[in-house]
């Protein structure tokens, strides 16, 4: 059984910095593409940043140049690094993966995460 579990979130004043972690834990053969959403009060949850397998990055406009997506292998671990946090970045932040378990059937299968809080506020 597969589980992704995320760390990371809590507080944070503007201007601050914060790393999110998102590891993903059983039998696990592949995974081909991580992810982080976030959502807040009363949005749609949106596309944060990805990262494929051979290591191919994608930013949302508004996080560009200001976050950063890394992928730890080994570790079945993706990890966001926030820098220069805005009120605005406020959200429950999400992490995806698409992969494939050992023993699985199917190409590939969508995992999430539960979800964990960032708020950014003096």
């Known amino acids: 059984q597969v589980q992704l579990v995320e760390s990371g979130g809590c507080l944070v004043q503007p201007g601050g910095s914060l790393r999110l972690s998102c590891r993903a834990s059983?039998?696990?053969?592949?995974?081909?593409?991580w992810v982080w959403y976030r959502q807040a009060p009363g949005n749609q949850r949106e596309l944060v940043a990805s990262?494929?397998?051979?290591?191919?990055?994608n930013y949302a406009d508004s996080v560009k140049g200001r976050f950063t997506i890394a992928r730890d292998n080994a570790k079945n671990t993706v990890y966001l690094q926030m820098n220069s946090l805005k009120p605005e970045d406020t959200a429950v932040y999400y992490c995806?993966?698409?992969?494939?378990?050992?023993?699985?059937?199917?190409?590939?299968?969508?995992?999430w995460g539960q979800g964990t809080q960032v708020t950014v506020s003096s």
């Open positions: 995806y993966a698409k992969l494939k378990w050992v023993g699985s059937q199917s190409d590939a299968d969508d995992y």
């Open positions: 990262i494929t397998s051979d290591g191919r990055t």
């Open positions: 059983g039998s696990i053969f592949s995974i081909y593409v």
